[in-house]
């Protein structure tokens, strides 16, 4: 997992740990009334938005960010009748509101001392319309990833580097446990495409994901101490700002991101090249693949 780590660059990495030189540990309250034990007398909240930085226009992956190329000689698979033909919006996660600001980015706070912990959960990931949904998801190191197929079409989704695709037939499940840090997704191939799911597994619970207004909401936020907060996606560049929130305090921020230039002239059918800092070939997630409607 070290080389993925290196890829995806330094803020990620700091994202995955968050709590300084806790990484991989179990979390701890912080505040002296909860590294006694006793009850916590208020929360810290941080909420805020996510705005696309001016002059700036959505970022898109490629089709071939968009399914899992197991034969370097085998063809792509056919979309699958029944369901809505691929569209450009498949590929453009990050969705903006009309007022500028981003849905569907992670913020998620780094450089803090502890934070509260929290019990793992089930993050589902389901097959609708031939395509993975959501196409974002953001997980805790114990978490577990469920993916579904409610589509009459047996699809064969793979998890990250695994090489052996497990066909899904209509109301199948499986589960996987998310038991390291990183970014992984969950993409189909052989029998068609289903799209792109990006999983980021971190370890600690202080982050959110903007909503269709492009906010978010960070409850238990690590008070009395300076702290970074990060705005990240796959296809932008990370943007923080560092503050200090107050115990009992509720503050509201905003962060500004932009695309990644590789990402804003993805032409149907080529891949995205660039830097080291992105997705690699066959590491993306969930959208459908084939030419574009409008």
């Known amino acids: 997992m070290g080389k993925q780590l290196v890829v995806w660059g330094g803020t990620l990495c700091l994202l995955l740990c968050g709590a300084c030189g806790d990484c991989g540990s179990k979390s701890k309250r912080t505040g002296s009334d909860r590294t006694t034990g006793g009850p916590a007398t208020a929360k810290t909240v941080v909420t805020g938005r996510v705005k696309l930085a001016p002059g700036h226009s959505l970022p898109a992956y490629s089709l071939e960010d968009m399914e899992r190329k197991v034969l370097t000689n085998a063809r792509r698979g056919e979309w699958p009748k029944g369901c809505t033909p691929p569209k450009l919006a498949d590929r453009r996660p990050v969705q903006l509101t009309p007022d500028g600001y981003l849905k569907g980015v992670m913020v998620g706070a780094t450089g803090f001392k502890t934070a509260s912990p929290r019990p793992p959960k089930v993050h589902d990931v389901t097959i609708e319309d031939c395509r993975l949904t959501p196409s974002l998801v953001v997980a805790v190191k114990g978490d577990v990833l469920r993916i579904r197929n409610n589509v009459d079409f047996p699809f064969m989704p793979t998890f990250g580097p695994a090489t052996v695709a497990r066909t899904l037939m209509p109301e199948q499940k499986f589960e996987v446990d998310l038991d390291r840090g990183g970014v992984e997704s969950v993409l189909c191939g052989f029998t068609a495409p289903c799209g792109r799911t990006d999983v980021v597994t971190i370890y600690h619970p202080v982050y959110a994901l903007t909503d269709s207004q492009g906010r978010f909401r960070i409850e238990d936020f690590p008070p009395d101490q300076p702290v970074e907060l990060n705005a990240w996606h796959p296809l932008f560049e990370a943007n923080k700002i ?45 959208t459908p693949i084939g030419a574009d409607s409008e």
């Not at 107050?246 to 995205?272: H, M, W, Y």
């Open 242 to 286: 560092e503050f200090t929130a107050e115990l009992g305090e509720i503050k509201e921020v905003e962060l500004v991101v932009a695309p990644k230039q590789r990402f804003t002239r993805v032409d149907a059918g080529t891949k995205a090249k660039g830097k080291a800092g992105g997705p690699r070939p066959g590491t993306a997630i969930g």
